[in-house]
């Protein structure tokens, strides 16, 4: 019924963002905690953001996916994904 605070982090960031824009009457303020924002239109990805999102990829993406697993191991995974998304992994 009033405005509200919306609270985001990362990929609720990019939805609190996009929720406040759709709908300014609805938020009285937002608190976005390392929010994804949207790139400006035909703006490339860069080739961490790629690698990360080529496991969504229809029908390509869950052979690439199984192709890194084998090749990395589980621990290996977690280490190269949380070098892609922490300042500091360790």
């Not at 009457?25 to 990360?52: C, E, G, K, N, Y």
């Amino acid at each position: 019924r009033k405005p509200v605070v919306l609270v985001g982090n990362s990929m609720g960031g990019l939805i609190a963002l996009r929720a406040a824009t759709a709908r300014p009457d609805l938020v009285a303020s937002l608190l976005l905690l390392s929010p994804m924002i949207p790139q400006p239109p035909f703006t490339p990805l860069d080739p961490d953001t790629a690698r990360m999102l080529l496991p969504a990829l229809p029908l390509l993406g869950p052979l690439l996916y199984r192709r890194q697993l084998a090749r990395r191991g589980p621990l290996g995974m977690v280490e190269w994904l949380l070098q892609l998304i922490a300042a500091q992994p360790d």
